[in-house]
């Protein structure tokens, strides 16, 4: 009786966590829950719908983000175009979801996949959709074949914005295969297969070769061979479909961070300054030479809505123009070392970055050895701010770029200033390489910058703006510190008031302990 009671107790605690994972209520609702035919994903029915559904598309996204928006509103539109087949489509919200979205690193692209036949540790990853034709299509891509491709190119005449065209000799060759993998890797992209020899005749070209078309003109063709693969036909075909340069906007922005090409090199430019015209011809120029190599991005420093990006690379409008190549692998940043922003100059540095030899720019120099022996004190971007606001020393600092002229020019002008006034133990001259270390001051000006930091507790900082010859400035120097003299004066008496106050307190609270 006792083996009874106990093997009827096992079987309902089986009973129980059976009904617990295919319940989803107190009521045994095993519907899942659903927003315009899109799943809404919770660890506790993830696999149950893997279970129920033969092919399962989840989006991992974070609310409130334009990436978001957008994919909701294809997830949307695709799940009713798909409404009674095998495919349904689900969400995940990642702020929400945090133990199952750690289980299927779902903070980690690619952010869209698609689970087959209940198979959770090995999803197919998809393409970030730009609509609910991008999902369709990508769907019916990858299940079907390459003989799905095969067309009569007349009946897209010259309406297609962009178009892949693969013209073989042979449709059963394995050229043929790599061509149809780089079509479901490119869903947003019109793929055709031909044998049409009119095109041949047409744009002058042989067998085995992908054209890349835009409304009929070919803009390049890329020759198959037994070595190419389907990520090196992706990588030529996103690079091709781009402008040379591609100017960052909020259209473009996901197009760019999503490219193939890590390496990009940025101009950062006011496109209303008088330079533009020749320094952008220069660029596009430049970019020729390295497509498929170096992705060339046009930022407008006069746009306010790149702030975030410039404030990311650490440049201000009045520095412009100037160039950064970063990979977006390692994220490290690199600076073009020149004023001159010409053909050959912005080559020159893309191949010394190609070939490893650029230096990388960092938010600091080291210390130099002995940076404070000379007349002039040498400054990088970790000591800057604790020398130059030191209350019991004026400090006057040249802002320069090595590459510029007028930089160098005022170097023999600074050595004698600080010659000037090499009997005076309060005055500090110096000077720091702006293009070498991170400046987080705001010199309000192009460089070379001429700044005076006062001898004062509080940190200021008085931008020079006159002429730039040895008397000027020894008048400004002396000028200034005398205006430091009264302020610091005032300074003296506001600290020696609070300390007064502060000795007040303690006397007081130390009487009231006592009581």
């Not at 781009?242 to 890590?262: K, R």
């Not at 604790?386 to 005022?410: E, G, I, M, R, W």
Request: some cysteine.
């Amino acid at each position: 009786m006792k083996n009874l009671l106990i093997l009827g107790a096992m079987a309902f605690c089986l009973c129980v966590h059976v009904c617990s994972d295919t319940q989803s209520g107190p009521q045994g609702d095993t519907t899942l829950p659903e927003e315009d035919g899109v799943l809404q994903l919770k660890q506790e029915h993830f696999k149950r719908a893997l279970r129920k559904y033969k092919q399962l598309l989840v989006h991992f996204y974070t609310p409130f983000t334009k990436e978001a928006h957008r994919v909701t509103a294809a997830f949307k539109d695709a799940a009713e175009a798909l409404m009674g087949s095998e495919v349904k489509l689900g969400v995940v919200d990642v702020t929400q979801e945090k133990d199952l979205v750690k289980e299927l690193n779902g903070t980690s692209y690619p952010m869209v996949r698609l689970y087959i036949s209940g198979d959770i540790h090995n999803p197919v990853p998809c393409p970030d959709p730009q609509s609910s034709a991008s999902i369709l299509t990508w769907l019916r891509r990858r299940s079907g074949s390459a003989a799905d491709l095969i067309t009569d190119l007349i009946q897209f005449g010259a309406s297609e914005e962009l178009m892949v065209v693969g013209f073989f000799k042979e449709l059963t060759h394995a050229y043929v295969q790599v061509f149809h993998a780089a079509a479901v890797d490119l869903p947003d992209i019109t793929f055709a297969l031909t044998q049409n020899e009119e095109v041949s005749r047409k744009y002058r070209l042989s067998q085995d070769v992908v054209l890349l078309l835009k409304k009929s003109e070919l803009i390049k063709a890329h020759k198959m061979t037994p070595q190419t693969s389907k990520e090196e036909l992706v990588l030529f075909i996103s690079v091709y479909k781009m402008d040379p340069v591609t100017e960052y906007d909020g259209q473009t922005a996901s197009q760019i961070l999503n490219s193939p090409v890590l390496n990009h090199a940025l101009l950062f430019v006011n496109k209303s300054s008088a330079d533009f015209e020749e320094i952008s011809s220069a660029f596009s120029s430049a970019a020729e030479k390295f497509r498929m190599k170096i992705l060339f991005v046009l930022v407008n420093v006069a746009e306010s809505r790149n702030g975030r990006l410039m404030e990311y690379f650490r440049v201000r409008d009045f520095e412009a123009p100037l160039i950064r190549l970063v990979n977006l692998t390692d994220h490290v940043t690199y600076h073009l070392p020149s004023d001159t922003l010409n053909v050959e100059v912005i080559q020159e540095f893309c191949q010394s970055y190609l070939d490893g030899k650029a230096k990388p720019k960092m938010q600091s120099e080291p210390i130099p050895e002995g940076w404070d022996q000379k007349p002039v004190k040498e400054l990088v971007g970790m000591n800057l701010e604790q020398v130059a606001f030191n209350p019991d020393k004026t400090v006057f600092v040249l802002f320069y770029l090595p590459y510029s002229k007028a930089s160098l020019t005022l170097f023999p002008l600074w050595e004698e200033l600080a010659e000037a006034f090499r009997e005076r133990e309060d005055v500090v001259f110096a000077r720091i390489d702006a293009s070498a270390n991170d400046i987080n001051l705001s010199t309000q000006g192009a460089y070379p910058s001429l700044c005076l930091f006062p001898a004062l507790y509080t940190e200021r900082m008085v931008i020079y703006r006159g002429k730039r010859k040895l008397k000027d400035l020894v008048r400004f120097v002396d000028k200034e510190m005398e205006k430091a003299k009264k302020y610091r004066v005032k300074e003296d008496e506001e600290r020696k008031k609070y300390m007064e106050a502060q000795e007040d307190t303690t006397k007081g609270k130390e009487t009231k302990d006592e009581l």
